[in-house]
């Protein structure tokens, strides 16, 4: 994953234009992605598909021709979207299109424009202050044209009607946490389950934000009924501990397999309520949707110095958190597939374990093996109100405690799932 | 307002007569009351108006004649209602008859006898262990007899049909804080009001405790349905924080829009839930109505050492404290004007905030502006389930902020407000 | 009580045999019990009755002839339903079917191995490791045979149809606190309550645990939605601090009335929420029933070190925690079958208390008195949705209270009862 990274890394990528493109095609060399591109002018909901934007280089040079700023070192010089230009400007007039972290004086920062209809330049504050010349040569050579967005979607088919949605991202140009970490793991992750049977398929999208997003709801509205958890994956690669922010529902699927998981890992987990500003989770649980997706992250956006500047650069991700991440999200997709609510076959009474061979023999004890403790629960929850989240969570068992013994007693016919 | 609560202080108020009328006459020579002469004898629900009491003067003399106690020094030295007497009593009759503070000896208690067909004296402990003499004549001038009954109303209209109920007890003789902070603030509340166009109507009802919201729940008992939010206002005038003893439903929307402005404003709040002790929320929270009216003061009823004494005059009272309960209370009555639920007129996704102005054209940076916040939980939670009130509480946000994000929502048509 | 205990401690009950069975007549020679004989092989929803098993003497001797372990002595020395044996075995084989307690080396443990078909002993570890012996000779003289488990019923009527069910399992040996305790206070109870009348029937189910729960449950399927509360009565001997699990409800009333009873009583209880392990609560709470019956206890069990070994005997039981516990439970059953819900007579505003003689007739004072304050809660909540029980959990105040005021008021027809 790491290395996936790192060759993406490069990449200009912006909501349009050939690096979005390059980046799902390189993505799609490595699973079967089904690529969409929606024209420019499409009618996205209350949007429309802008221009392609297209940069081949930029600059910013003395009037004696030296470069003091050049795309070529750095893709997040250039401001998304900027028109192009080529003009001699006064430090002054310059100095309206300069974006700087004085705070932060060494870093580059990361600003876009989609529609701003205009261009401009990130510069670390150190070099802008450098910068004492009376005129500067700028020069960007870009496009916006009528072109298309490029979108990256993959359907692993289960054996019911709903399904699992992750979403991931792709249009941030050179940072790698937030989010060459969402879409590496998202491969990856990808990879692993494609070979394994499923209840519940498992939808990827990939693609610019918002208007990715976007167009995904609004050609599947019925279809987005069927998504019975969800999750935007981004800033999975830094040191930091885990944080899920909630769907705007609180108490969905997504938000309770996420707590029992990282609790069954013994991973430390900050649960953030749902907010309406942030990543994708936006549009998924916007009123008309209010779909279960929330969103995973190690340290969250604008929470760690990095964020949004030239330092979420490949040095600030660890492929042991890639890993790590990978596994969690693994087992939380395994969790959401496997839960389901049970009723028991003849619901009066503790049934007869021993003779089913599920009861110790001779009993007295004080202590109580786990499964036993497991068996008991599931069997008295089953009640066709009660899913092993739902067991778990009341029992302080582990899920995949529940779950074996769910399973022991679906072998034994005590227990039958309830249909869905 | 100060003055007039020293203006005020003087007369001598009860349930009835003279002085409940002049005190509701005086309020009406300021803000243009309604007033109801409520004839003894009426039956109001489970009640019937008492005859009206008026008194002129009482005395307790030595024999030889030197006055020890005089109506004409405090009104707080006869017991409401007590009927006329002139006779000499032992000292050992005349204790039957005495009310004193034994742990606070230089004040005089408050007290009342509405319904007891007796008499009675209040005393500083001081004075009445300082009374050694074996006999003393009693003389209280005053009559029990057929009258009526003195409330005032006034009801500024609104454009909806709801209204909200300001209730505040005049039925107190010389005691400030209890109620004459409430009476000045609600008059000067109404003159405020008068001139502002609102959705709600607001009622403002002045008279007797208990009867008189009996009164006018007897007589309103289809338009109390209409009360969407009430308060009783009472020890508003003291340096004491605010108290708010929430309505019955303990979420009404006066209840949230209490706790929401204070919290607003940064003012310190204690919450307390209903009892069915206290004032008149006692009414308008009885089971038959359960009206959403709580009791808004600063130091509550029995919690600060002068209630119910001589000790409750104008120097509790702060002029500076009078005008800041005004404003909270300006506040309160217009957030509840204010509060509505919305849902978007299209609710699929976030809409384009950047093409009717309200985004920020270049974006990126870590912060956000509050209001551009207050936009987006807006369009998020307008979907017919969530009030302003719900909103700000939700987001953290002031409700000034939700409210002027609501506006400009309104007024790019991106939301609408529900029906009432 | 206390002598009761230690005439039952001596007697060897199992799940089925003469031990229980002299039990439950030796209760019935206090009590008017209906006493069931259940034959072997009948069928109890997922179960069957077993064998009856009868145990008239084990010993262990050396080969010369020396016992050193003689059921005589203790009968948790024999694991219960242990089949017959005689015959000589070597340590090793003996070793197999021998149960200690190594870090409680001087106790013998109870372990049953009810459809085990082996039998078993039970030694104090020390006993174990100075049996350095090649050989042993073992004689179980026990017989499985068809016969009947016995269980003892009593139904104390009531004027509602709703009833109390308190279980008492009777199936341990030689164990005092668990549960000769339970054994005898609920005898004493159903002695004290015999001569009470009262709305709800009460009835008394001793019998084995788990089967016989079951077959009163499988006998009883609609009569046990007449349950309106009940408990499982054990470990209610020992000098520790009550504990009460609750019913899987959470909220019903027992686990309410249990709650508000040792708060009136100033008694510290431990509330443990339900789990299906544990007593009979497990079969009354399995889904299909769901009934409203917790389990009452001093120390739980498994929380002190004598459970379930042969330090649980009368030593530990104090006759006046048993006293003490009977007390609290004869106010527990009080309080559910004194419960009920009123609606106000007519339920708008105040009523006047003084014309009734519920008020004091001089008012003013800061003091309130409770019963005053306890009138005004219940008139207040007499909404046809809030019991005594609700009302004194709200107000804060004693059932006592809030129930005395409630008798007021009914004397007073301010208020009514709801019909159950």
Chains 1, 2, 3 share one sequence.
């Not at 500067?136 to 359907?155: H, K, N």
Request: some cysteine.
């Amino acid at each position: 994953m790491y290395d996936f990274l790192r060759e993406l890394f490069p990449i200009c990528r912006s909501i349009t234009g050939p690096g979005l493109r390059e980046t799902i095609h390189r993505i799609g060399t490595r699973i079967p992605l089904t690529i969409h591109e929606v024209p420019t002018g499409t009618a996205i909901l209350d949007w429309t598909v802008p221009n392609e934007w297209s940069i081949r280089s930029a600059t910013i040079e003395t009037l004696d021709g030296r470069v003091v700023m050049d795309f070529a070192d750095n893709n997040l010089h250039v401001v998304g979207y900027s028109k192009p230009v080529d003009a001699v400007l006064s430090r002054e007039e310059l100095a309206r299109h300069v974006h700087t972290l004085p705070d932060q004086p060494t870093l580059i920062p990361y600003r876009t424009g989609y529609f701003a209809d205009s261009f401009g330049f990130c510069l670390s504050h150190q070099t802008w202050t450098a910068m004492t010349d009376e005129q500067y040569r700028v020069r960007i050579d870009s496009t916006l044209a009528p072109g298309s967005m490029t979108l990256g979607e993959l359907l692993l088919p289960g054996s019911t009607d709903k399904e699992i949605l992750l979403s991931i991202h792709c249009c941030h140009p050179a940072l790698a946490n937030d989010n060459l970490s969402g879409i590496v793991i998202a491969t990856e992750l990808a990879k692993r389950l494609a070979g394994v049977s499923r209840r519940h398929a498992v939808r990827f999208l990939f693609g610019p934000g918002t208007l990715g997003a976007l167009t995904w709801l609004s050609w599947n509205q019925d279809a987005a009924r069927k998504v019975a958890a969800g999750l935007v994956l981004t800033c999975l690669g830094d040191a930091g501990p885990y944080h899920y922010k909630q769907s705007r529902q609180g108490t969905s699927a997504t938000d309770r397999a996420v707590a029992q998981v990282l609790a069954d890992e013994g991973e430390p987990l900050t649960v953030l309520p749902f907010a309406p500003v942030g990543y994708d989770e936006r549009q998924y649980c916007s009123p008309g949707f209010d779909l279960p997706v929330g969103c995973f992250m190690r340290t969250p956006n604008g929470r760690y110095p990095e964020y949004h500047t030239s330092a979420d650069d490949p040095s600030l991700v660890r492929p042991e958190s890639l890993e790590r991440s990978l596994d969690i999200l693994e087992k939380i997709i395994a969790v959401i597939d496997r839960d389901a609510t049970y009723e028991r076959v003849d619901g009066r009474g503790e049934p007869q374990l021993g003779r089913r061979g599920l009861y110790r023999l001779v009993s007295g004890q004080a202590g109580r093996s786990t499964s036993q403790e497991a068996l008991l629960w599931v069997l008295n929850l089953a009640d066709g109100r009660h899913s092993l989240l739902d067991m778990a969570a009341r029992s302080g068992l582990t899920f995949q405690s529940v779950a074996a013994a769910a399973d022991l007693l679906l072998d034994t016919q005590l227990i039958r799932e309830m249909s869905q």
